[in-house]
């Protein structure tokens, strides 16, 4: 789930994203494993834990309540949210932070939460500035929801998966009630307020093959920032002893690949569609996230997002406890780094369990991964997909490989064209009026 930066340019537009390289912002992972203490990071906020007023099929978070069974309330505390603004602006020497609130449905928690934390973050700030992105379903959002958006400048990103038969096909309410005109009455409101927002897109098997339909619906409906999140699970066939059924890569156990992820081919061919639709029409005037990033690592630069980069790392989640984890996508007890109220989020970044989090994302490559002339463009993609195995046997190959190498040889001869524009400080734009697009039409 991710968020564009209002500082949206063609090579990077993201606020969730990994933080990136920035003169005026972040540094990567690769810096800060030169000093002992990172001096900035991101930090995935979910007050709400995992509770959700929607049951989508698809969700890897729903499932986590059952790492916290004890807990009486799914409600972040005051004083742990306190004690969490107070520490992630203090933790920044940089003069842009950056909070991004997600959940479960954060909505849930109430305006009085949020009010709340705008409190907390003009007490602690300093001379900093405050940037706050809000990852929401839509489906609660109404007037005084959109005043205070509009008001505290949130960025919010909505999750929809184009038109209703595809969208509805996952993500429905808990009574099994579809969910797609509550997310469209709060997109509408959202555009009525003037509040920013961006849309998250989980491209999984009922929507895949209709790519075309879905960009041009996600423009109808007003969208300029997209986010297209290839879903791929594995579900163990006995659950773990904490409960869990999705697992990670290293789980040894039996596990199959759910029947929603989306196949390597698929994800392809889906992106290949709107890059070639988006190549022809719309560059400069829509930001698609995969774009941007590609673009950042073909011109050799931090692509701001941790699943085209080298390492990461650089991204915790924090739950509603205040506990901590190396990644939301790793939110599993050999990942915990600890609890805001015994160590700092400092110390929990800059621990060797984290650092070495981060590596193993370079460090663990299959040999095809080392040698494809694409490692600079996907370095692998992110380890939670790590699932296949190689044509010699060895593991660690992403699921979604085949799906890579299909986009990036497709993308490439376009990608050098616009990274030569920016190169020699011309908009990539021109890209529409080169001969490449002659050629193509």
């Known amino acids: 789930m991710t968020f564009r930066s209002r500082r949206a340019s063609n090579q990077n537009s993201y606020l969730r994203s990994m933080p990136r390289l920035n003169k005026n912002n972040t540094l990567t992972l690769g810096d800060a494993l030169k000093v002992s203490r990172p001096r900035a990071f991101m930090m995935m906020a979910k007050p709400i834990g995992p509770i959700c007023n929607l049951n989508c099929t698809y969700c890897y978070y729903l499932e986590k309540d059952r790492l916290y069974q004890n807990s009486s309330s799914f409600k972040m505390s005051d004083e742990i949210l306190e004690e969490f603004i107070k520490q992630f602006i203090d933790s920044h020497e940089v003069p842009i932070v ?3 609130w997600q959940g479960g449905e954060p909505t849930l928690l109430g305006l009085d939460f949020f ?7 003009a007490k602690y700030r300093g001379n900093k500035r405050i940037e706050n992105a809000l990852q929401t379903n839509g489906t609660r959002l ?3 929801w959109c005043r205070f958006l509009k008001r505290n400048d949130f960025l919010v990103g909505i999750s929809i998966d184009g038109p209703a038969k595809y969208h ?7 009574n099994g009630q579809p969910s797609f005109e509550e997310v ?8 009525r307020f003037r509040v920013e927002f961006n849309t998250l897109t989980v491209i999984h098997d009922a929507n895949a093959s209709y790519a075309i339909e879905v960009y041009r619906f996600l423009k109808k ?13 594995r579900e163990a066939d006995q659950t773990t002893p904490e409960g869990l059924k999705l697992v990670t890569p290293n789980y040894e156990n039996s596990a199959t690949i759910t029947n ?3 196949r390597a081919r698929q994800f392809g061919k889906f992106m290949i569609q709107i890059f070639d639709e988006w190549v022809q029409k719309d560059v400069g005037q829509v930001f698609i996230q995969l774009f941007d990033v590609t673009l950042a690592n073909w011109l050799g630069t931090a692509p701001g997002l941790c699943v085209y980069s080298e390492t990461c790392g650089e991204g915790a989640a924090i739950e509603h406890n205040g506990d901590v984890y190396s990644c939301d996508h790793f939110v599993y007890p050999e990942h915990f780094l600890g609890n805001i109220k015994e160590k700092t989020l400092v110390d929990m970044m800059g621990s060797d369990q984290q650092i070495q989090f981060g590596k193993n994302k370079r460090d663990n490559l299959p040999d095809q991964c080392l040698k494809c002339k694409f490692r600079f463009a996907c370095h692998g993609g992110c380890p939670k997909s790590r699932i296949a195995l190689t044509p010699d046997g060895q593991p660690g190959l992403n699921w979604l490989c085949e799906g890579y190498q299909l986009f990036f040889e497709h993308v490439s001869p376009y990608m050098e064209f ?12 021109n890209i529409m009026h080169s001969k490449l697009i002659k050629r193509q039409l």
Do not use: C, H
Not at 168 to 174: A, E, G, M, T, V
């Open 98 to 100: 950056s909070f991004t």
């Open 115 to 121: 009010e709340k934390v705008v409190t907390f973050q």
């Open 142 to 144: 109404d007037e005084a």
């Open 168 to 174: 509805n096909y996952y993500r429905k309410f808990k």
């Open 184 to 191: 469209m009455r709060g997109i509408r409101l959202l555009r």
């Open 221 to 233: 409906i007003g969208s300029r920032y997209m986010q297209f999140i290839p879903i791929v699970e």
């Open 260 to 262: 929603w992820s989306v």
């Open 418 to 429: 616009m990274a030569n524009e920016l190169l020699n400080k011309r908009p990539p734009a």
